[in-house]
């Protein structure tokens, strides 16, 4: 099948209940795959590579910078297991990846590849604009993905070995698009929709920053060629002591550098990555009906990322803090200027596993019980706005020098803690054979995790946030895991004894364990006495350095904690099937798929603005209003006491390799709602706030998740066409032995919240940032029609004017904006970004070649993904208004998309087999 990167990862995709999540951007820290599964949180994916843990500290996917997960060739067997789990899983509610490497054999075998992609065989970019930077038809694009492997006998019957190595070599153009100050600008500026004379001092140097618009609508594009190189290498040595005692070793490493563009020329993040795994593992048969199955491994994935600033905004104009180089620029309608604030980071983890799993079978049960200990310590290092970070709420406000936040990390502060744990789980599992044609699944596992220990004493908590005035030295958290008792449950009925109709069903208790990096990442850079901000908002005046702006005092310093009292996510799931087994190796199966989830990570406001309640149940908060805690400032709250709730019905037919043809297809119809469970901004992918508008009832914020999807079709299908000629004849060789292969990809749009780029509300949540708060809905103003038709027209946006376009998505006149003090209206994720159509084909061509000994053959392969070229737009700009007075118009890029997928993108490979 046609995989796009080789990367092996995607084949999860393809079972239904699963729900690709498509990022706004590219993120080094988070690349990889994204995905939920029965409704589960996107971090709450198992990934294991023969038993070694492949979760990173983000609790997704151990992928390079690149976003790829290499060594397809040293791969056996990829096992996904998305419901009905056996007692033997366990650490997450999610889906269990179940990973085994390939070893040697009697024979000696091997391969070697190069895969070719350049941008002579590819379409252009919706995105990819001509102009005077960018002169090309496309960006260019040259990508090699190149290896091989080999393996066979050390001893015959004894000792085999296998090795792997793969690289990747690539060159891709791109195209980053940002939004700019306009012309006018630049020579006497712009406040309140007219002319001011003068631009602020301090701004001066700011401005000329900005590159003039070479795109509609005051935006900016250049030409970038963006470097990313990898290495893997993979080895494997087996042994048989005997016919019923064996082992094997195996080590796995790649590395990874990625260098990306920012949205303005000179601003670059660099980042590179080292994960390795090794696994010993050791398998024993006391009888023919017992088993033990010992294995040691050990997990490291390191990531380092860091953003280098251009040597011109180190001169003292530009220093938002003395000695510092310029921090991140933020003004509302414009693209973030300056370094990454969160860089430097690194985000390593070593992980040490010990297992034992014993099986052995007795009458009509197959008893399994077992042992998982994993030794955890996770190091996370993460600068956060340490050159400063002053916003404003709108062009004229910059230029005039009117910031609405400013803000600067605390000078005490920590950059890097180390934490460690460990996880126990214990299980026992009975397959019983209740019938001859009823089985019955049981099993119980308890799984807890110990407390977090920082191994240099850089822990700390607030206890009480309503009334603490410091932080206590000692754990960041109250261990909730100890009572994770899992229950599991499952039957299969054979209706008719025939083994042609089936009715399967399941339900567990599941819990999430050892995912809290990321949240971990808000003790380093929030909690004091270790870590905190000061912040001033709307100061009235801009400096640089702004420093003598901030509060000399600590008193009212923000926060970023962990909820001391933290409860343990859990989630219950079930499932009904029945299962139908046809003619021509067919089957169907029509599902049932639910969950509940319970406790859920998120974000909140952990020290909310206190408001009034208004006669009609309304909260109002007016200017000024004081927070619960008086001694501390707004406060990131990382917390589980999110709820959601998920219901598919799942259609899957499948045809089993025969006449030369397999094929799968998926289909989920699904609706997931939820309360706000974001860890972090790139869990929403710009369609939402992290975080929750409302402190006070989170079910104001109850509404479609961020990665709920109505509608996921997805359908693979490999056919070996027949043999049209006498494979003798030169023609017969040419027109023999072709295999043609396809992945169709369609899945509807994930929900938009939109929001306003000032705190219109006051309520001040996570410091009053752009677009925590929602506008308000229209009266008589349909959902449906928000993204169809024509826009109903208002300030600067002509009546008639189309939506549904990526020049205009939504229609912002379908809103307003409240009443100052007052929350919006419109509800949370009301309407859906674009959707994704995608077909990828393959065309592969083998010819034997017996002088490679038998099985010997070379491969042409070319391989077309977005073979039709379909435009999958990314997610739109959601800021409808500013929101700093009471009639405004709307924010010009509110509903504009400036992203799309790739275009139809071809890749021809060579393969030989021997």
Not at 108 to 131: I, V
Not at 262 to 268: A, E, H, K, L, R
Not at 298 to 303: E, F, I, Q, R, V
Request: hydrophobic share 35%.
């Amino acid at each position: 099948m046609p995989l796009d990167g080789r990367n092996y990862i995607d084949l999860t995709l393809l079972q239904p209940g699963v729900t690709h999540h498509r990022p706004a951007g590219d993120s080094m820290q988070y690349a990889g795959r994204w995905f939920s599964t029965s409704g589960a949180p996107m971090r709450s994916n198992n990934f294991m590579l023969d038993g070694a843990v492949m979760t990173n500290v983000g609790g997704v996917s151990t992928a390079t910078v690149g976003g790829n997960t290499l060594g397809l060739e040293g791969i056996r067997e990829y096992r996904v297991e998305t419901n009905s789990f056996s007692a033997e899983y366990g650490l997450s509610m999610g889906s269990q990846m179940q990973i085994v490497s390939r070893g040697g054999t009697n024979e000696f075998h091997g391969s070697l590849f190069e895969y070719l992609r350049n941008s002579a065989l590819d379409a252009r970019n919706f995105f990819d604009y001509k102009t005077g930077l960018t002169p090309r038809r496309l960006p260019g694009f040259v990508r090699n993905n190149f290896g091989g492997a080999f393996g066979g006998p050390i001893l015959r019957d004894r000792t085999f070995f296998h090795a792997t190595m793969e690289a990747v070599r690539e060159r891709k153009g791109t195209t980053p698009i940002a939004n700019t100050l306009p012309a006018a600008a630049r020579i006497e500026g712009i406040a309140n929709g007219g002319l001011v004379n003068q631009i602020h001092s301090a701004v001066k140097p700011l401005v000329a920053l900005y590159p003039e618009p070479n795109l509609p609508n005051n935006r900016f594009t250049y030409p970038y060629s963006q470097p990313v190189n990898e290495v893997f290498g993979q080895a494997r040595v087996d042994h048989n002591f005997s016919e019923l005692n064996s082992m094997f070793f195996r080590y796995t490493i790649t590395d990874g550098e990625k260098i990306e563009a920012q949205g303005f020329p000179g601003f670059t993040n660099a980042g590179n990555t080292r994960n390795q795994f090794a696994t010993f593992s050791q398998t024993h048969v006391f009888s023919p009906t017992m088993l033990n199955l010992f294995r040691f491994s050990w997990s490291h994935p390191d990531l380092v990322i860091v953003s280098p600033p251009p040597e011109l905004v180190t001169r003292p104009e530009y220093q938002f803090l003395p000695g510092q180089a310029m921090g991140s620029l933020g003004v509302t309608g414009l693209t973030a200027m300056g370094p990454g604030s969160t860089y430097p980071r690194q985000f390593k983890q070593d992980v040490f596993s010990l297992s034992d799993d014993v099986s052995f079978h007795q009458d009509r049960a197959t008893w399994r019980f077992g042992i998982l200990v994993n030794r955890y310590r996770q190091f996370v290092m993460q600068s956060f706005q340490r050159g400063g970070a002053p916003s404003f709420p709108s062009i004229p406000a910059f230029l005039q020098g009117l910031p609405n936040v400013l803000r600067r990390p605390a000078p005490d502060s920590v950059s890097n803690k180390s934490f460690l744990f460990y996880t126990l789980g214990f299980y026992m599992q009975n397959d019983l054979r209740v019938h001859q044609n009823l089985n019955l699944n049981l099993g119980l596992r308890y799984e807890f995790q110990t407390e977090m220990n920082e191994v240099n004493g850089f822990s700390s908590a607030i206890r009480d946030l309503r009334q603490d005035s410091n932080a206590t030295l000692g754990r960041p958290f109250v261990n909730p895991s100890k009572k994770n008792f899992s229950p599991r449950f499952g039957f299969a009925w054979d209706v008719r004894g025939d083994s042609k109709t089936a009715v399967r069903g399941g339900f567990g208790l599941l819990y999430d364990l050892a995912n809290l990096g990321t949240a971990l990442v808000q003790t380093v850079t929030g909690t004091p006495p270790f870590a905190g901000f000061n912040q001033v908002n709307n100061p009235g005046t801009f400096a640089i350095p702004f420093d003598s702006l901030l509060p000399a005092d600590p008193f009212g310093r923000s926060l970023r904690v962990i909820d001391y009292n933290l409860q343990q996510p859990h989630m219950l799931q079930y499932n009904l099937s029945i299962e139908r087994q046809l003619p021509f190796d067919t089957s169907v199966t029509l599902s049932y798929a639910g969950s509940r989830g319970i406790n859920l990570l998120g974000t909140m406001e952990g020290n909310p603005a206190i408001p009034q309640v208004r006669p009609d149940g309304r909260l109002f908060w007016p200017a000024g209003a004081p927070r619960v805690n008086p001694r501390w400032a707004d406060t990131e709250l990382k917390t589980a006491a999110s709820n959601s709730f998920y219901n598919s019905l799942q259609f899957r037919v499948v045809k089993r390799m025969s006449r030369g043809l397999q094929f799968n297809s998926a289909f989920t119809w699904s609706k997931l709602i939820d309360e706000p469970q974001a860890l972090g901004s790139v869990d929403v992918a710009g369609a939402d706030y992290q975080a929750g508008s409302n402190p006070f009832d989170r079910r104001t914020d109850r509404g479609l998740a961020s990665f709920d999807v109505k509608y996921n079709w997805r359908f693979n299908a490999i056919y070996q066409l027949p043999q049209f000629l006498p494979g003798d004849t030169i023609a017969g060789k040419l027109l023999n032995d072709w295999q043609i292969g396809g992945i169709l990809s369609f899945q509807g749009g994930q929900p938009l919240t939109l929001g306003l780029s000032s705190n219109r509300s006051r309520s001040q949540v996570l410091g009053g940032p752009s677009g925590v708060d929602r506008p308000d809905l229209v009266a008589g103003v349909r959902h449906e029609d928000l993204t169809q038709g024509v826009s109903r027209g208002c300030g600067n946006i002509p009546a008639g004017t189309p939506v549904g376009t990526p020049e205009r998505w939504f229609d912002p006149c379908a809103f307003a904006i409240p009443e100052a003090g007052f929350l919006g209206n419109a509800g949370r994720g009301i309407i859906r970004t674009p959707g994704l159509a995608n077909v990828d084909f393959s065309l592969t061509k083998a010819v034997p070649l017996r002088v490679l000994g038998e099985g010997g053959r070379i491969e042409f392969r070319s391989e077309f993904f977005n073979i039709l070229n379909h435009v999958n737009f990314g997610v739109p700009s959601r800021n409808v208004y500013a929101g700093t007075a009471n009639v405004q118009n709307p924010i010009a890029t509110a509903g504009q998309i400036t992203r799309a997928g790739t275009s139809r993108q071809i890749q021809l490979a060579l393969r030989l087999v021997f």
